[in-house]
């Protein structure tokens, strides 16, 4: 029974393989990631938006009360 013969070449192909996979799954992991945190801040700078806005409201009708007492 002849065993296949050990060539370099394909040796070196699979790591050239390998290492463009490896490179391939980071690049997405990058990309995924910068798309959490691209959502993650739209979200935060929305509820300070809106708390603002709250925040507003509140002042107006603590003012008007203020007024319909006096």
Same mark, same amino acid.
């Given at each position: 029974? *002849?065993?296949? $013969?050990? $060539?370099?070449?394909? !040796?070196?192909? +699979?790591?050239? %393989?390998?290492?463009? *996979? #490896?490179?391939? #799954? !980071? +690049?997405?992991?990058? &990309?995924?990631? #910068?798309r *959490?945190?691209?959502? %993650?801040?739209? /979200?935060?700078? /929305?509820?300070?938006?809106?708390?603002?806005?709250?925040? /507003?409201?509140? /002042?107006?009708?603590?003012?008007?009360d &203020?007024e319909? !007492? &006096?």
């Amino acid at each position: 029974m *002849e065993h296949p $013969k050990f $060539k370099w070449n394909n !040796l070196t192909e +699979q790591i050239v %393989y390998e290492n463009r *996979e #490896r490179t391939h #799954r !980071l +690049q997405a992991e990058i &990309s995924k990631s #910068r798309r *959490e945190i691209k959502d %993650y801040v739209r /979200k935060v700078e /929305k509820s300070k938006m809106i708390r603002n806005i709250e925040e /507003k409201k509140a /002042k107006k009708r603590i003012a008007i009360d &203020s007024e319909s !007492l &006096s």
